[in-house]
Protein backbone atom coordinates (compact mmCIF):
# COMPACT_ATOMS: atom_id res chain seq x y z
CA UNK A 1 0.00 0.00 0.00
CA UNK A 2 3.09 2.37 -0.02
CA UNK A 3 2.40 3.11 -3.45
CA UNK A 4 -1.04 4.50 -2.33
CA UNK A 5 -0.74 7.92 -1.31
CA UNK A 6 -2.70 9.35 2.15
CA UNK A 7 -4.00 11.54 -0.35
CA UNK A 8 -4.80 9.62 -3.09
CA UNK A 9 -6.97 7.82 -0.49
CA UNK A 10 -8.40 11.39 0.96
CA UNK A 11 -9.42 11.87 -2.84
CA UNK A 12 -10.81 8.69 -2.96
CA UNK A 13 -13.12 9.38 0.02
CA UNK A 14 -14.27 12.64 -1.69
CA UNK A 15 -15.20 11.44 -5.12
CA UNK A 16 -17.24 8.27 -3.50
CA UNK A 17 -19.39 10.81 -1.21
CA UNK A 18 -20.50 11.88 -5.01
CA UNK A 19 -21.10 8.88 -6.21
CA UNK A 20 -18.33 8.54 -8.67
CA UNK A 21 -17.88 5.00 -9.96
CA UNK A 22 -14.60 5.65 -11.57
CA UNK A 23 -12.93 6.51 -7.75
CA UNK A 24 -14.24 3.07 -6.64
CA UNK A 25 -13.11 1.12 -9.61
CA UNK A 26 -9.42 2.72 -8.89
CA UNK A 27 -9.48 1.76 -4.96
CA UNK A 28 -10.37 -1.42 -5.72
CA UNK A 29 -7.88 -1.89 -8.78
CA UNK A 30 -4.89 -0.42 -6.50
CA UNK A 31 -5.69 -1.62 -3.02
CA UNK A 32 -7.82 -4.94 -3.31
CA UNK A 33 -4.97 -7.80 -3.53
CA UNK A 34 -3.50 -5.63 -0.07
CA UNK A 35 -6.89 -5.83 1.73
CA UNK A 36 -7.24 -9.67 0.63
CA UNK A 37 -4.08 -10.37 2.54
CA UNK A 38 -4.99 -9.42 5.20
CA UNK A 39 -8.68 -10.92 5.36
CA UNK A 40 -6.78 -14.17 4.84
CA UNK A 41 -4.50 -13.40 7.91
CA UNK A 42 -7.90 -14.30 9.79
CA UNK A 43 -9.22 -16.68 7.47
CA UNK A 44 -6.22 -18.51 6.18
CA UNK A 45 -8.20 -19.35 2.89
CA UNK A 46 -8.07 -17.25 -0.50
CA UNK A 47 -11.73 -17.37 -1.86
CA UNK A 48 -13.05 -16.34 1.75
CA UNK A 49 -10.60 -13.58 1.78
CA UNK A 50 -11.31 -12.68 -2.03
CA UNK A 51 -15.19 -12.95 -0.72
CA UNK A 52 -14.71 -10.54 2.21
CA UNK A 53 -12.93 -7.82 1.01
CA UNK A 54 -15.41 -7.87 -2.31
CA UNK A 55 -18.33 -7.69 0.53
CA UNK A 56 -16.41 -4.99 2.18
CA UNK A 57 -15.89 -2.72 -0.93
CA UNK A 58 -19.69 -3.43 -1.86
CA UNK A 59 -20.79 -1.85 1.91
CA UNK A 60 -18.14 1.13 0.70
CA UNK A 61 -20.58 1.76 -2.21
CA UNK A 62 -23.44 1.11 -0.23
CA UNK A 63 -22.38 3.60 2.36
CA UNK A 64 -20.69 6.26 0.31
CA UNK A 65 -22.89 9.19 1.21
CA UNK A 66 -22.32 8.40 4.89
CA UNK A 67 -18.50 8.25 5.03
CA UNK A 68 -16.78 10.38 7.13
CA UNK A 69 -14.32 12.75 5.54
CA UNK A 70 -12.09 13.49 8.71
CA UNK A 71 -11.36 9.41 8.49
CA UNK A 72 -8.77 7.62 7.08
CA UNK A 73 -10.85 5.90 3.88
CA UNK A 74 -7.59 3.31 4.49
CA UNK A 75 -7.86 2.45 8.29
CA UNK A 76 -11.98 2.48 7.34
CA UNK A 77 -11.72 -0.30 5.40
CA UNK A 78 -9.31 -2.22 7.24
CA UNK A 79 -11.60 -1.92 10.15
CA UNK A 80 -14.24 -2.90 7.72
CA UNK A 81 -12.23 -5.92 6.69
CA UNK A 82 -11.36 -6.66 9.79
CA UNK A 83 -14.89 -6.95 11.06
CA UNK A 84 -15.99 -8.98 8.00
CA UNK A 85 -13.80 -11.83 8.64
CA UNK A 86 -14.55 -11.71 12.25
CA UNK A 87 -18.07 -12.43 11.30
CA UNK A 88 -17.46 -14.60 8.72
CA UNK A 89 -15.15 -17.18 11.26
CA UNK A 90 -17.58 -16.62 13.78
CA UNK A 91 -20.73 -17.83 11.36
CA UNK A 92 -18.74 -20.80 9.46
CA UNK A 93 -16.82 -21.41 12.80
CA UNK A 94 -13.81 -22.10 10.79
CA UNK A 95 -10.24 -23.29 12.93
CA UNK A 96 -7.43 -23.23 10.97
CA UNK A 97 -4.10 -25.74 11.08
CA UNK A 98 -0.91 -25.06 11.63
CA UNK A 99 2.12 -26.12 9.48
CA UNK A 100 2.57 -28.87 12.19
CA UNK A 101 -0.84 -30.08 12.25
CA UNK A 102 -0.77 -30.60 8.94
CA UNK A 103 2.68 -32.47 9.31
CA UNK A 104 0.99 -34.80 12.14
CA UNK A 105 -1.75 -35.67 9.83
CA UNK A 106 0.54 -36.33 6.88
CA UNK A 107 4.18 -37.17 7.87
CA UNK A 108 5.21 -37.56 4.50
CA UNK A 109 3.73 -33.84 3.73
CA UNK A 110 7.35 -32.34 4.38
CA UNK A 111 10.78 -33.69 4.33
CA UNK A 112 11.68 -34.16 7.82
CA UNK A 113 14.00 -31.01 9.11
CA UNK A 114 15.03 -30.51 12.98
CA UNK A 115 13.79 -26.98 13.68
CA UNK A 116 17.05 -25.66 13.94
CA UNK A 117 17.57 -26.69 10.29
CA UNK A 118 15.01 -24.48 9.64
CA UNK A 119 16.17 -20.98 7.59
CA UNK A 120 15.89 -17.78 10.03
CA UNK A 121 12.91 -17.18 8.02
CA UNK A 122 10.94 -19.32 8.90
CA UNK A 123 11.69 -19.19 12.43
CA UNK A 124 10.93 -15.61 12.20
CA UNK A 125 7.11 -16.68 10.63
CA UNK A 126 6.51 -19.09 13.48
CA UNK A 127 7.61 -16.74 16.06
CA UNK A 128 5.51 -13.89 14.73
CA UNK A 129 2.35 -16.59 14.13
CA UNK A 130 3.19 -17.60 18.30
CA UNK A 131 2.51 -13.52 19.56
CA UNK A 132 -0.74 -12.71 21.44
CA UNK A 133 -3.45 -12.10 19.27
CA UNK A 134 -3.52 -8.19 19.73
CA UNK A 135 0.49 -7.87 19.37
CA UNK A 136 0.92 -9.84 16.25
CA UNK A 137 -2.14 -7.40 14.85
CA UNK A 138 -0.55 -4.34 15.81
CA UNK A 139 3.35 -5.68 14.53
CA UNK A 140 1.95 -7.06 11.06
CA UNK A 141 -0.31 -4.00 10.30
CA UNK A 142 3.02 -1.64 11.58
CA UNK A 143 5.75 -4.15 9.40
CA UNK A 144 3.68 -5.79 6.79
CA UNK A 145 1.23 -2.95 5.76
CA UNK A 146 2.61 -0.23 6.67
CA UNK A 147 0.19 1.57 8.96
CA UNK A 148 1.01 4.35 11.33
CA UNK A 149 0.37 3.98 14.91
CA UNK A 150 -3.36 6.64 14.42
CA UNK A 151 -4.15 4.12 11.96
CA UNK A 152 -3.38 1.00 13.38
CA UNK A 153 -5.32 2.39 16.77
CA UNK A 154 -7.88 3.17 14.41
CA UNK A 155 -8.50 -0.25 13.35
CA UNK A 156 -7.73 -1.85 16.22
CA UNK A 157 -9.67 0.41 18.34
CA UNK A 158 -7.71 1.02 21.12
CA UNK A 159 -5.47 4.29 21.69
CA UNK A 160 -1.95 4.99 19.60
CA UNK A 161 0.11 4.70 23.10
CA UNK A 162 -1.66 0.28 23.27
CA UNK A 163 -0.20 0.39 19.59
CA UNK A 164 3.07 1.64 20.47
CA UNK A 165 3.01 -0.48 23.78
CA UNK A 166 1.75 -4.14 21.55
CA UNK A 167 4.51 -3.31 18.95
CA UNK A 168 7.42 -2.48 21.34
CA UNK A 169 6.65 -5.95 23.16
CA UNK A 170 6.17 -8.31 20.04
CA UNK A 171 9.47 -6.40 19.04
CA UNK A 172 11.28 -7.33 22.08
CA UNK A 173 9.24 -11.12 22.55
CA UNK A 174 10.98 -11.69 18.76
CA UNK A 175 14.24 -10.30 19.60
CA UNK A 176 14.59 -12.43 22.82
CA UNK A 177 13.36 -15.68 20.34
CA UNK A 178 16.08 -14.21 17.95
CA UNK A 179 19.03 -14.35 20.41
CA UNK A 180 18.19 -17.90 21.44
CA UNK A 181 17.95 -19.01 17.86
CA UNK A 182 21.78 -17.26 17.65
CA UNK A 183 22.88 -18.46 20.66
CA UNK A 184 21.65 -22.51 20.18
CA UNK A 185 23.69 -22.00 16.34
CA UNK A 186 26.47 -21.08 18.01
CA UNK A 187 26.44 -23.44 20.43
CA UNK A 188 25.99 -25.78 17.81
CA UNK A 189 28.54 -25.08 15.62
CA UNK A 190 31.15 -24.98 18.61
CA UNK A 191 30.80 -28.24 19.30
Known sequence: MDSVSDQQFSDWASRLRTSD???????????????????????KDKPSAVDIVQNSFIKLWNIRADLDPSQSLKTYIYRMVKNNALN???????FSLSME???????????????????????????????????????????????????????????????????????????????QFREQRESRYEQ
Open 88 to 94: YLRDHRQ
Open 21 to 43: ETALDELFDQTFEIYVRYAWRFT
Open 101 to 179: DIQLADPDSEIDVLPEELPLARHLERWIEALPRRQKQAFELSRYEGLTHEEIAEVMDVAPRTVNNHIVAALNTLKGQYE
